[in-house]
Protein backbone atom coordinates (compact mmCIF):
# COMPACT_ATOMS: atom_id res chain seq x y z
CA UNK A 1 0.00 0.00 0.00
CA UNK A 2 1.93 3.21 -1.08
CA UNK A 3 -0.25 4.96 1.11
CA UNK A 4 -2.09 7.03 -1.85
CA UNK A 5 -5.64 5.63 -2.44
CA UNK A 6 -7.57 5.82 -5.83
CA UNK A 7 -11.24 4.68 -6.37
CA UNK A 8 -12.56 3.21 -8.17
CA UNK A 9 -10.10 0.81 -9.64
CA UNK A 10 -11.88 -0.38 -12.08
CA UNK A 11 -14.66 1.50 -14.47
CA UNK A 12 -16.92 0.56 -17.47
CA UNK A 13 -19.00 2.40 -19.20
CA UNK A 14 -20.99 3.78 -21.91
CA UNK A 15 -19.83 6.83 -24.52
CA UNK A 16 -21.17 10.17 -24.23
CA UNK A 17 -21.28 9.39 -20.27
CA UNK A 18 -19.59 10.68 -17.16
CA UNK A 19 -17.42 9.80 -14.41
CA UNK A 20 -15.42 10.93 -11.37
CA UNK A 21 -12.18 9.13 -10.36
CA UNK A 22 -11.27 10.12 -6.98
CA UNK A 23 -8.03 9.94 -5.31
CA UNK A 24 -6.80 10.51 -1.79
CA UNK A 25 -3.09 11.52 -1.20
CA UNK A 26 -0.51 9.95 1.03
CA UNK A 27 -0.98 11.67 4.56
CA UNK A 28 0.90 15.12 4.74
CA UNK A 29 1.52 15.47 1.33
CA UNK A 30 -0.13 18.49 0.14
CA UNK A 31 0.38 18.28 -3.98
CA UNK A 32 -1.92 15.47 -6.12
CA UNK A 33 -1.01 15.48 -9.85
CA UNK A 34 -3.36 13.35 -12.61
CA UNK A 35 -1.83 11.69 -15.17
CA UNK A 36 -3.10 9.55 -17.89
CA UNK A 37 -1.53 6.64 -19.80
CA UNK A 38 -3.02 5.02 -22.26
CA UNK A 39 -2.04 1.24 -24.18
CA UNK A 40 1.81 0.73 -24.07
CA UNK A 41 2.20 4.95 -23.37
CA UNK A 42 3.63 6.78 -21.29
CA UNK A 43 2.45 8.99 -18.38
CA UNK A 44 0.69 12.04 -19.98
CA UNK A 45 0.48 14.83 -17.30
CA UNK A 46 -3.34 16.34 -16.97
CA UNK A 47 -3.48 18.76 -13.63
CA UNK A 48 -1.67 19.43 -10.46
CA UNK A 49 -3.19 20.76 -7.39
CA UNK A 50 -1.47 22.23 -4.50
CA UNK A 51 -3.24 22.74 -1.09
CA UNK A 52 -6.69 22.97 -3.00
CA UNK A 53 -5.78 25.25 -5.52
CA UNK A 54 -5.01 24.46 -8.98
CA UNK A 55 -1.29 24.88 -9.63
CA UNK A 56 -0.20 23.63 -13.05
CA UNK A 57 -2.53 22.01 -16.00
CA UNK A 58 -1.48 19.81 -18.67
CA UNK A 59 -2.91 18.90 -22.15
CA UNK A 60 -6.44 18.26 -20.38
CA UNK A 61 -9.33 18.26 -22.49
CA UNK A 62 -11.90 20.78 -21.81
CA UNK A 63 -14.48 17.66 -20.97
CA UNK A 64 -12.11 16.87 -18.05
CA UNK A 65 -12.16 18.77 -15.06
CA UNK A 66 -10.62 18.40 -11.41
CA UNK A 67 -10.69 19.50 -7.93
CA UNK A 68 -9.07 18.85 -4.45
CA UNK A 69 -11.40 19.70 -1.55
CA UNK A 70 -10.18 20.76 2.37
CA UNK A 71 -9.34 17.43 3.43
CA UNK A 72 -6.85 17.37 0.46
CA UNK A 73 -8.67 14.65 -1.57
CA UNK A 74 -9.28 15.06 -4.86
CA UNK A 75 -11.85 13.93 -7.82
CA UNK A 76 -10.96 13.98 -11.85
CA UNK A 77 -14.47 14.62 -13.53
CA UNK A 78 -14.60 12.86 -17.27
CA UNK A 79 -17.73 13.98 -19.09
CA UNK A 80 -18.82 13.06 -22.84
CA UNK A 81 -16.82 10.40 -22.84
CA UNK A 82 -15.09 9.03 -25.63
CA UNK A 83 -13.75 5.27 -26.84
CA UNK A 84 -10.33 7.24 -27.13
CA UNK A 85 -10.71 8.01 -23.28
CA UNK A 86 -10.39 4.28 -22.18
CA UNK A 87 -7.11 4.89 -20.22
CA UNK A 88 -5.44 3.90 -17.03
CA UNK A 89 -5.72 7.39 -14.86
CA UNK A 90 -3.17 7.62 -12.28
CA UNK A 91 -3.30 9.83 -9.10
CA UNK A 92 0.09 10.66 -7.52
CA UNK A 93 0.69 12.77 -4.48
CA UNK A 94 3.75 14.68 -3.10
CA UNK A 95 5.73 16.63 -0.51
CA UNK A 96 6.84 20.10 -1.86
CA UNK A 97 10.56 18.32 -2.27
CA UNK A 98 11.24 17.13 -5.58
CA UNK A 99 14.13 14.75 -4.27
CA UNK A 100 11.39 12.87 -2.50
CA UNK A 101 9.32 11.68 -5.77
CA UNK A 102 6.19 10.74 -6.26
CA UNK A 103 3.97 8.57 -5.14
CA UNK A 104 1.69 7.05 -7.12
CA UNK A 105 -1.84 5.25 -6.68
CA UNK A 106 -2.66 2.20 -7.77
CA UNK A 107 -4.86 3.68 -10.83
CA UNK A 108 -8.09 3.39 -12.30
CA UNK A 109 -8.51 1.63 -15.29
CA UNK A 110 -11.38 3.43 -17.32
CA UNK A 111 -13.15 1.50 -19.68
CA UNK A 112 -15.50 2.99 -22.18
CA UNK A 113 -17.51 1.30 -24.69
CA UNK B 1 8.34 21.99 -27.09
CA UNK B 2 9.17 19.81 -24.22
CA UNK B 3 10.31 16.10 -25.21
CA UNK B 4 12.46 13.59 -23.76
CA UNK B 5 13.58 10.60 -25.69
CA UNK B 6 14.43 7.15 -24.52
CA UNK B 7 14.91 3.80 -26.32
CA UNK B 8 11.18 1.78 -26.59
CA UNK B 9 12.90 -1.58 -25.60
CA UNK B 10 15.93 -2.56 -24.27
CA UNK B 11 17.26 -6.38 -23.39
CA UNK B 12 19.54 -7.97 -21.27
CA UNK B 13 20.79 -10.99 -20.07
CA UNK B 14 20.01 -11.69 -15.45
CA UNK B 15 24.01 -10.76 -13.98
CA UNK B 16 24.89 -7.92 -16.49
CA UNK B 17 24.42 -4.27 -16.13
CA UNK B 18 22.43 -2.29 -18.61
CA UNK B 19 21.97 1.61 -19.35
CA UNK B 20 19.02 3.32 -20.38
CA UNK B 21 19.24 6.74 -21.78
CA UNK B 22 17.55 10.14 -21.97
CA UNK B 23 17.79 12.84 -23.56
CA UNK B 24 15.50 15.89 -22.76
CA UNK B 25 14.40 19.40 -24.45
CA UNK B 26 12.83 21.50 -22.20
CA UNK B 27 11.61 25.24 -21.77
CA UNK B 28 13.13 25.14 -18.01
CA UNK B 29 14.84 22.39 -16.12
CA UNK B 30 15.07 21.57 -12.70
CA UNK B 31 15.93 18.07 -12.18
CA UNK B 32 15.64 13.96 -13.85
CA UNK B 33 13.92 11.42 -12.35
CA UNK B 34 12.97 7.77 -12.98
CA UNK B 35 10.11 5.38 -12.39
CA UNK B 36 9.97 1.92 -12.90
CA UNK B 37 6.75 0.42 -13.47
CA UNK B 38 5.76 -3.60 -13.78
CA UNK B 39 2.77 -4.52 -16.40
CA UNK B 40 -0.96 -3.17 -14.72
CA UNK B 41 1.57 -1.93 -11.44
CA UNK B 42 1.89 1.52 -10.31
CA UNK B 43 4.89 3.82 -11.29
CA UNK B 44 7.18 3.86 -8.34
CA UNK B 45 9.99 6.46 -8.00
CA UNK B 46 13.59 5.08 -8.20
CA UNK B 47 16.08 8.46 -8.17
CA UNK B 48 16.32 11.85 -8.15
CA UNK B 49 19.06 14.20 -10.21
CA UNK B 50 18.75 17.71 -9.49
CA UNK B 51 22.70 18.74 -10.37
CA UNK B 52 25.10 17.12 -12.65
CA UNK B 53 26.52 13.56 -11.74
CA UNK B 54 25.98 9.92 -10.78
CA UNK B 55 23.68 9.24 -7.85
CA UNK B 56 23.81 5.49 -6.81
CA UNK B 57 21.26 3.69 -4.79
CA UNK B 58 22.43 0.44 -4.12
CA UNK B 59 21.99 -1.61 -7.99
CA UNK B 60 20.57 1.53 -9.65
CA UNK B 61 22.65 4.02 -10.24
CA UNK B 62 21.41 7.40 -12.27
CA UNK B 63 23.24 9.73 -14.20
CA UNK B 64 22.81 13.63 -15.12
CA UNK B 65 24.61 16.01 -17.34
CA UNK B 66 23.35 18.94 -17.61
CA UNK B 67 25.02 20.75 -20.10
CA UNK B 68 24.44 17.93 -22.85
CA UNK B 69 20.38 17.26 -21.75
CA UNK B 70 21.12 13.60 -20.86
CA UNK B 71 20.75 11.55 -18.55
CA UNK B 72 20.90 7.78 -17.67
CA UNK B 73 19.45 4.83 -15.54
CA UNK B 74 22.10 1.82 -14.40
CA UNK B 75 21.16 -1.21 -13.34
CA UNK B 76 23.80 -3.86 -12.67
CA UNK B 77 23.17 -7.05 -11.53
CA UNK B 78 20.08 -7.76 -13.36
CA UNK B 79 17.50 -9.90 -11.71
CA UNK B 80 14.42 -10.95 -13.28
CA UNK B 81 12.66 -8.80 -11.34
CA UNK B 82 14.09 -5.88 -13.11
CA UNK B 83 11.76 -6.69 -16.51
CA UNK B 84 9.82 -4.05 -16.11
CA UNK B 85 8.88 -0.79 -18.03
CA UNK B 86 11.36 2.25 -16.94
CA UNK B 87 10.58 6.11 -17.55
CA UNK B 88 12.53 9.13 -17.03
CA UNK B 89 10.76 12.83 -16.03
CA UNK B 90 11.80 16.22 -16.71
CA UNK B 91 10.94 18.30 -13.41
CA UNK B 92 10.60 21.97 -15.83
CA UNK B 93 9.36 24.53 -13.03
CA UNK B 94 8.82 25.27 -9.47
CA UNK B 95 5.28 23.52 -9.29
CA UNK B 96 7.22 20.29 -9.42
CA UNK B 97 5.19 18.62 -11.69
CA UNK B 98 6.91 16.23 -14.21
CA UNK B 99 7.32 15.18 -17.53
CA UNK B 100 7.22 12.04 -18.50
CA UNK B 101 9.24 9.82 -21.47
CA UNK B 102 7.26 6.89 -23.52
CA UNK B 103 9.47 4.33 -21.05
CA UNK B 104 11.80 1.91 -21.80
CA UNK B 105 10.64 -1.44 -21.83
CA UNK B 106 13.44 -3.75 -20.22
CA UNK B 107 13.58 -7.40 -20.75
CA UNK B 108 15.68 -9.18 -18.57
CA UNK B 109 16.52 -13.00 -19.84
CA UNK B 110 18.16 -16.40 -17.84
Given at each position: ????????????????????????????????????????????????????????????????????????????????????????????????????G???????????? | ????????????????????????????????SWYQ??????PTFLSY????????T??F?S??????????L????????????Y????????????????????????
Open positions: DSGVTQTPKHLITATGQRVTLRCSPRSGDLSVYWYQQSLDQGLQFLIQYYNGEERAKGNILERFSAQQFPDLHSELNLSSLELGDSALYFCASSVRDPGGYTFGSGTRLTVV | GQSLEQPSEVTAVEGAIVQINCTYQTSGFYGLQHDGGANALDGLEEGRSFLSRSDSYGYLLQELQMKDSASFCAAEMDSSYKLIFGSGTRLLVRP
